[in-house]
Structure formats: C-alpha cells, structure tokens
C-alpha cells in the first residue's frame, strides 16, 4: 500500500469566498495580524504500492481537482 | 419536439421541465444517468439539483457518468443541450463550456427571483431581442462564474456571454449586479457554435401561468422553434 497527500489550492487570483469570510471573521475576533486566508481540500490517497506519482496527477487533473480554478500538489507519504 | 431530461442521482427538477415542456406543448421524457442511448430526442436538458451530492466539486462526478459521453457526442454533432443550475455546473465540468462555478460570494445560498438582460448572443436557446429583461428564480449555492480574461474576452466577441444579472430596471450596478459574485454579472452562457446553453436561473419554474409568470417560456420556445426551421 502506498500513501499519497493532495492539497487542492485555488489559483493565484481566483476569489475563494470561504477563506475571505474566515480571514475577515479572524480579523473581528480581534486577530489583526490575519492578512489573508486561502481554504484548500486535503486529499489522502491510498493506492496499490508501485502506484506512480504521474498516476496520482492524472487521478488529480481529471476528478480531484478543476484545472480551470484549481492547482494541486502532491505529496508521497514515506510509511515510518 | 421531444425533450429528454437527464436525471442524475440527486437531481430534483426534472419534473419541472418535464411539465414545462408538457406546458409548452412538448414531449419530453427522462433520461437515466446510466443510459447510453439519446436516439428520439431533439434536445437534452441537464437540470438542477444535487448531483452526486455535490461531491469534489457540483458536477464533478456527473461528468463521468455513462449517459454524459453520449451527450457530449450529441452536442459535438450540433444538437441543442440545455444545463440548468446544476446542469450548468455539469456542462463546466465536463468542459462543454468554458469557465467554472464557485460558490456564492457571502457564503449564502441563494433562492429568489432576479432580473436579467437578454444579451446579443449567438444562443440557440435565447432567441429574444437583445436588452429585454426577463424575471427569473434562481436557487443555488455555487453560482459564482468565473473564467479567465482571455475566455471572457473571447465569449464576448463570440456572442457567447446570453444572460447578465442585471437591476430590476435593467440597470447594472457599479459593484455588479450578480447576487453570486459573478464575473462580469454573468447569469448564462452558450458554446461557440450556440447549441449548448448553461445557466443558473431556472427557466423552467416560470413557463406555466399558474406559477405566476411565463418569462421562462422564451427558452423552450426558442429552441422549439430554430429545431422547426432548420427541420
């Protein structure tokens, strides 16, 4: 069994309306040091060991995340 | 003409079309996520709801279901495709058309009736003299398009930007007019070629007069009538 971590981001510039209402809700609670918040998904993936990372990137760019809006970043995970 | 309604698990306004193409005139029967055959139908209509409970992203999921490789093949050869709400969400994913839909500026989910204005478009589907205003509900969560400036810049030149948020007077305000964030008040947008049409109000619910109005007919009737000249 091999491991994988997905971050789905969104790209530079598009408005993300949940980490906009947490940054300013943050800023309300009285944490003025919040300049901004960006809210992603973390993805883990287990897959069948020998699974490779180009695999895990075709997985992201067709389902996990829209290429349209979104940028991913993929993270083996080294089993301890 | 004969309407088919794609019915994706989750989806919950098929019967509104259904009875607006019914209202109008028209068959229309429903179509199962699971089938692969759109042989006998004139137009396919992808309509609102829930897809796959919005898992990933709305309409992530009901891009790769069986019945979307044949309607994606059904609007390659030029047939006229319809995605409402949900169903627009679902043509983005499956890139039937440009651009994505994130959710709502300010969080909300938003279910009320707004004005927009009939651009001049290229649209099969809006065949309405530019500048009319039609009043129509809209009822969603992720409503907020976006594409980049190049797609925006390209739609525009092609015709292909059909319905705008626009006041109650036709007028659209400084900050915009979109309830959702939409860029550049973008309610509804068509393919090049006009035979695919995405929008977020919901035509369907304002074509039978017992409803209150009938603004919404001019969808219905536009496509019915374009399919009766070309044959």
């Known amino acids: 069994m091999a491991r994988f971590q997905i971050f789905v981001t969104y790209k530079k510039g598009i408005f993300d309306p949940p980490g906009a209402t947490a940054e300013r809700a943050l800023v309300s609670l009285g944490y003025d040091e919040v300049s901004s918040v960006k809210i992603g998904k973390f993805i883990q993936l287990e897959v069948a060991d020998g699974t490779s990372e180009e695999r895990v990137a075709e997985m992201c760019g067709k389902l996990l995340a829209n290429p349209v809006i979104e940028d991913f970043r993929i993270e083996p995970v080294e089993e301890a | 003409m004969r309407f088919g309604v794609v019915i994706f698990p989750g989806s919950n306004c098929e019967q509104d079309v259904v009875h607006a193409a019914h209202v109008l005139g028209h068959e229309a029967d429903y179509v199962w996520h699971g089938d692969t055959d759109l042989a006998g139908f004139d137009a396919i209509v992808l309509p609102g709801g829930f897809s796959y409970g919005d898992y990933i992203r709305c309409g992530a999921?009901?891009?790769?279901?069986?019945?979307?490789?044949?309607?994606?093949?059904?609007?390659?050869?030029?047939?006229?495709?319809?995605?409402?709400?949900?169903?627009?969400?679902?043509?983005?994913?499956?890139?039937?058309?440009?651009?994505?839909?994130?959710?709502?500026?300010?969080?909300?989910?938003?279910?009320?009736?707004?004005?927009?204005?009939?651009?001049?478009?290229?649209?099969?589907?809006?065949?309405?003299?530019?500048?009319?205003?039609?009043?129509?509900?809209?009822?969603?969560?992720?409503?907020?398009?976006?594409?980049?400036?190049?797609?925006?810049?390209?739609?525009?030149?092609?015709?292909?930007?059909?319905?705008r948020y626009c006041e109650s007077d036709g007028s659209r305000a400084e900050g915009g007019s979109a309830p959702n964030g939409a860029l550049d008040d973008i309610a509804g947008i068509c393919n090049?070629?006009?035979?695919?049409?995405?929008?977020?109000?919901?035509?369907?619910?304002?074509?039978?007069?017992?409803t209150g109005h009938t603004d919404g007919a001019v969808v219905f009737a536009s496509i019915a009538r374009r399919l009766a000249e070309v044959g």
């Open chain 2, 61 to 163: 999921v009901a891009r790769f279901s069986p019945v979307m490789a044949e309607v994606v093949r059904f609007a390659e050869r030029g047939a006229p495709v319809i995605g409402i709400c949900n169903g627009f969400q679902i043509l983005a994913e499956a890139h039937l058309l440009p651009g994505a839909l994130l959710r709502n500026q300010g969080l909300k989910f938003i279910c009320k009736e707004i004005t927009v204005t009939v651009e001049k478009s290229a649209c099969q589907w809006m065949d309405a003299t530019p500048g009319s205003l039609l009043r129509l509900p809209i009822n969603h969560n992720e409503g907020n398009y976006i594409c980049d400036p190049e797609t925006l810049a390209r739609m525009e030149a092609n015709g292909q930007i059909v319905l």
């Open chain 2, 192 to 210: 090049e070629r006009g035979n695919v049409f995405g929008l977020m109000p919901h035509p369907e619910r304002v074509v039978d007069p017992a």
